[in-house]
């Protein structure tokens, strides 16, 4: 029989601590939202109320804003002046196309790492001057370019250094002012890159045209603006992270139990950075959202240019009359950005679900009217049509933005934005893969309409992700509750069992199989985890050993949160999977099976070696075979050698998968007995069984599981008396044996 390692008082306490955890939650949910901006009601107070108020400056939006428009200066002259390029370069405005696809390239993955150097250390700030300096630098140098690959280069290192305004503009924004003001911040924010945008082409017009500058002169003329815009930018200062939400969540915590706020800073939560990008991914309104950013990519990446070539061929517009038009176009998008701001603060108070809804039918209009442009026979109907999309595509990023940065941990932000510049990237690769063919077959009018048939499809996408926000909100706000839940009753001394998963659900692909199963192991344990076929047993242990990730819920491991940390770097905390079936190398023999293990935790080869005595010790069997390979062993044998990763690795808790599964009894009788020895050395055990005689033989605590839902956890004695769910298996059973 395995240990009891608690008292019953302890388990008592144990319980009472996560029904503390689950009614605190419950009872700062509303007050939670209201902390994150969503009240239910569409009272909102003047922004300009707002900054006195909280006794907040308008200089980060300005400052950001300059930045933001500061990097579109080179890009927009591009757009501009796409043709003279071509023609004064003898180069071809397929291969400029497709230089601006690997800017574009360049744009989506410098996100990543500029977020992953903002990851522990809260100074975005001086990343997005410094970059801001790099772009002014680029533009100047675009003067100087004489080659094709000298073009590609400075494309290239212009959309890495971009990388800032992917990953750090917006979340910098959202932390510098309180959730109230944020929409209007980021639209405001928006609306002065829009600005700038305007502004770049209308300046190469001007450049161009009035001025008589080739352009070259414009690039020279236009990097000096933009440094001195950039200069403008040079007090700016990080707030620090999550300061008017998670942190003001984590407070309400300690308030809601009489406690002074205890300041825990966001470096305790340590996922690493690919963690946290698959942990943003997870998050099923991101991933929607994320379709939208494709289509917005395929909006602002190739469309430029196409309109350009366009306004060139269809139009007869010379660089000047294409300078205005774009200004227009982006103007007009200034000008949506200011009536929006407030009207979407409403919305967002409201219900975050109707600013994605006003987002999908936006795309829907955008598309829709540059399609009726490209139709167009005449000149002033055509700007009013691309006017009119124009306006629609300058909202859509803030939008896009607000609604998937509030659903995501502060500290997640710049990864959850840089993956957004990533689909903007991809959208827009693709966009100008499909524009450029339309235009072979259809002509330069037929990519104007062709661009209706991602626009439409990425329309409904957004929309939909409005019926699954709310719930991602409510996910976020429980998850930041819960952590500090946590570490509060760690603090005070409470506590708390060895392994608990709360609330977890796993699907795999569109197939849900756990719903809302909690589970617990106290330290030196032995539990038995039941249930029929298809019950989720194997898929449970996936999410605590982490091979796989649920959709919601957490799993804690010694009081940390462990919900999406890798499966590697859990083994090294001392959680070991032995899985289903065969869990052994077939090509490799015992030995290098054996040998596997203990490198795997970084060993050195003397303590490999002890270990590997050890399991011969524990099995005779293996050392007769120590040199065939694993995949001619017996079923018992090769149980065994699954076995032995505990004895090599010594974890603090173990799961095992089916191990008695077609095994004759006297063997068996074998692994388990070693099963019992690794539990007596101090090896918390979770045993997943078919045979509940074994199982209940075991343990004195069991669980048992049905349709992926927890239907049973208590003592095992109890569960043998509970017929109505043991009948399942004894049928099973039974049948399996006919
Ligand atoms: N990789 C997978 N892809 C899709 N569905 C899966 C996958 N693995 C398991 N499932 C499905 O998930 C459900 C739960 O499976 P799981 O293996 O967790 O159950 P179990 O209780 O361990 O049963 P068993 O004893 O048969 O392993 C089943 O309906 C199964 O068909």
Redesign the pocket.
């Known amino acids: 029989m395995s240990r009891r390692v608690h008292t019953g008082d302890q388990s008592a306490s144990e319980e009472a601590a996560l029904t503390v955890v689950e009614q605190t939650s419950a009872a700062l949910r509303e007050k939670a939202r209201a902390t994150l901006g969503v009240t239910g009601d569409e009272n909102t107070e003047s922004f300009r109320a707002l900054v006195r108020k909280h006794d907040l400056r308008y200089y980060p939006v300005v400052a950001l804003g300059l930045l933001f428009a500061t990097g579109a200066f080179q890009s927009y002259a591009f757009t501009v002046l796409t043709p003279e390029i071509s023609r004064t370069m003898g180069i071809s405005i397929a291969a400029i196309v497709g230089a601006r696809a690997l800017f574009q390239m360049a744009i989506a993955v410098a996100p990543l790492p500029i977020a992953r150097l903002s990851q522990f250390r809260a100074r975005r700030a001086m990343l997005c001057i410094v970059t801001g300096i790099v772009w002014s630098a680029i533009t100047l140098t675009t003067g100087f370019v004489t080659s094709l690959v000298a073009l590609i280069l400075i494309l290239c290192l212009d959309g890495l250094t971009t990388g800032s305004v992917g990953a750090l503009h917006a979340p910098l924004i959202v932390d510098s002012y309180p959730p109230a003001a944020r929409v209007r911040a980021l639209t405001a924010y928006t609306a002065i890159g829009a600005f700038g945008q305007a502004l770049a082409p209308l300046l190469v017009g001007i450049l161009a045209s009035v001025a008589g500058l080739s352009w070259r002169g414009v690039f020279l003329a236009l990097g000096i603006a933009s440094l001195l815009m950039t200069l403008c930018a040079i007090r700016l200062r990080d707030p620090g992270y999550g300061k008017w939400d998670t942190e003001q969540l984590r407070a309400s915590v300690h308030q809601e139990h009489g406690e002074a706020t205890d300041s825990l800073s966001s470096e305790d939560v340590a996922l690493g950075f690919w963690e946290i990008c698959r942990r943003v991914l997870l998050i099923p309104t991101n991933r929607r959202v994320y379709a939208g950013f494709a289509v917005y990519g395929v909006l602002t990446v190739p469309l430029g240019t196409f309109i350009s070539v366009f306004l060139d061929e269809r139009w007869n517009l010379g660089p000047g009359q294409r300078g205005l038009f774009f200004s227009m176009f982006f103007g007009i998008g200034v000008v949506a950005l200011a009536a929006y701001g407030s009207r979407g603060e409403k919305q967002f108070r409201a219900s975050p679900a109707r600013v994605l809804r006003a987002a999908g039918l936006l795309l829907a209009g955008t598309v829709v009217f540059i399609a009726l442009g490209g139709l167009m026979p005449a000149l002033a109907p055509m700007v009013i049509c691309f006017g009119i999309a124009g306006a629609c595509i300058g909202l859509l990023q803030p939008m896009l933005g607000i609604s998937l940065l509030s659903i995501v941990p502060s500290h997640m932000r710049p990864h959850a934005q840089a993956l957004a510049g990533i689909f903007v990237a991809i959208g827009g690769t693709a966009g100008a893969v499909l524009l450029a063919g339309v235009q072979d077959q259809f002509g330069i009018g037929g990519t104007m309409v062709a661009i209706a048939i991602p626009g439409v499809l990425g329309a409904f996408i957004i929309s939909s992700a409005g019926r699954l926000i709310e719930d991602d909100l409510d996910r976020m706000i429980d998850e930041v509750v819960e952590d500090e839940e946590i570490h509060r009753i760690k603090r005070s001394g409470g506590h708390l069992p060895m392994l608990s998963c709360r609330g977890v659900d796993f699907s795999?692909?569109p197939?849900q199989?756990?719903f809302d199963a909690n589970f617990t192991i106290e330290d030196g344990e032995m539990v038995a985890l039941l249930?029929?076929?298809?019950?989720?047993?194997?898929?449970?242990?996936?999410v605590i050993s982490g091979i796989g990730l649920p959709t919601a819920g957490s799993v804690r491991y010694r009081g940390q949160e462990i919900t999406y940390l890798d499966a590697e770097r859990r083994m090294k905390l001392g959680i070991t999977q032995i899985p289903?079936g065969r869990a052994v190398f077939g090509p490799m023999t015992v030995v290098e099976n054996l040998r596997s293990y203990g490198y795997t935790m970084a060993r050195d080869r003397g303590s490999v070696d002890r270990g590997i005595q050890t399991c011969f010790e524990a099995f005779p069997r293996l050392y007769e075979r120590r040199n065939s390979l694993a995949s001619t062993l017996s079923g018992g044998e090769q149980q065994m050698l699954g076995l032995s990763k505990a004895l090599m690795l010594r974890p603090r808790l173990l799961l095992i998968?089916?191990l008695s599964l077609g095994l004759a009894p006297v063997v068996v009788g074998r692994l388990l007995d070693m099963v019992r020895r690794i539990n007596a050395d101090g090896t918390a055990v979770v045993l997943?069984e078919?045979s509940v005689n074994i199982a209940l033989n075991l343990v004195d605590h069991a669980y048992f599981?049905e349709k992926?839902e927890m239907r049973f956890d208590g003592r095992a004695d109890e569960l043998l008396a509970r017929d109505d769910l043991l009948r399942a298996v004894f049928l099973q059973g039974a049948g399996a044996a006919q």
């Open positions: 795999y692909g197939l199989v756990l249930g029929v076929n298809g019950a989720g047993k194997s898929t449970l242990l996936k289903g998968d089916e997943v078919q599981m992926g």
